[in-house]
């Protein structure tokens, strides 16, 4: 069910840009709908990046907002970046600041990880009393902490504890609910901000999410503050869903794509090694566009099937160090570009086309030839070879009528070509049925390789992906159990 926060209230409000006169009020109304943040007002501050904070019913905000986004339903509308709810007047960041300082420690809840771990912390039991009566109790088990991640920097643990959900009351009863709550926590050795938080849990539920196969909410987020005994509770405007329009398709069933026994004692291997790969900034480009595939915002066909062709195409250009190679190749014959005898020889063959000769144009071209030397085809085929001909065996799944003319992984270099390069000639080009097609194969793909990364070995990968309930179409093998031996070491 949707929980949804509204508040009306009188802000005092900081502009950022305005630092002499930095008190103004207005009346405001924050509305917080699940990973959704809105702030409205009746003012216009759109000049600015407004941080508005405020005091209603005993509670405090602090509302952080990236600026404005113009007029409508009848108030100012503003883009809300993060918002803390606590006793505001404690904190010690500056009253500027975009971000929330001194975090020590924070907690959240994964929408859907009881379900996947299906450890019950609550048992409900029978007491016989002194008079003869009975009574049912519910008893919290004491389980001890599933330990995901540690080092110099934090620790990151998988908690259990009841959640009491608000008693209703009626006429004849009076009842209250008890829910299986694991949080997570992020534990700092030193203070951080807001936006570290956020790239923390974001990297948390991206590894749940591979796992599983989908996430839906970070609920209840809590927040420590240097030595402040007060909890805050803080709220991000941003979407860590994966695969949430699917409405809990891996779920239906209790079937996720890892089954958490079959991985709970080498959970902080797995994770040692998505975080390593989650914090190089290399790749950091690359992930947000494969999560952004499995958002809740819908994305054009054509433009889900570009990505994924961007995804392979980086990926790999990257592992192989080609964009590094090339800007070493560029350097060393820059300087043999600008030779007599080479600018001799070279300039009347450029002016015999139309361009002037520039020792610093040549090497770049020659450099970026370097990068082209490896055609997206080759790129796609060495890891569809890899990863149990996920593109080149189902040829027959994207031609249904049997089509036999251009092999399909040339088709796709042809439509990436054609949508991305505005290319005249179609022929060849896919149509749109057979890229949403051809999209999911490419995701399949990718989603193969992340489980590598993750520290599967190949065999664990085609045991997990040939029982996915989504792109178990596309892999076909024997169905095996996964073991202990399908974990991989060190990931390169």
Known sequence: MENIITTNFTSNVAITEIRDTPRYDTTGTLTISENKLRFQAEHDFLFGKPIFTASKDMESYKVITLGGIGYGDGAYNYYVDTVIQGEIGK??????SLEIAGIKQATFSLRGLSEWLKIHSLKLGLEERENGKERYN???EKIEPIIIYGD???SIAIYFQPNFVPADIDFYSTYAKISNDPRIAVIYKSSVTSEVLKTDIETVV???????GEATLVDDIRVHIDDIDNCYSLYYNHDFSHNANRGSYYFYGGKARVAFEDIKDIMFDLFTHWNEFSSNTDMKYLLDIYFNL???QQIDIVDRFLDCCKFIEGYDLREENDEQIADGLEKAIISKMKEEPVKAALSPVFESVGIKYKAKNVAEWIARGHLGRVSL?????????RFFGTISSNHTIVFRDGYEGIQLLDRIVLTRNYYSHMKKDDEGVLSIKEIYETTNMLLALITSLL????GFTDEGIGEIMNRDRIFGVYIHLPEQDITEKDIGGERA
């Open 451 to 454: 489980l590598w990364r993750i």
């Open 152 to 154: 110099e920097k934090c």
């Open 294 to 296: 499995h958002s809740r």
């Open 91 to 96: 904190l010690n960041d500056e009253k500027y």
């Open 377 to 385: 085809n080759a790129r796609i085929k060495k890891y569809d070879e």
């Open 206 to 212: 991206r590894y749940f999410a591979i796992l599983i």
């Open 138 to 140: 519910i008893k919290q």
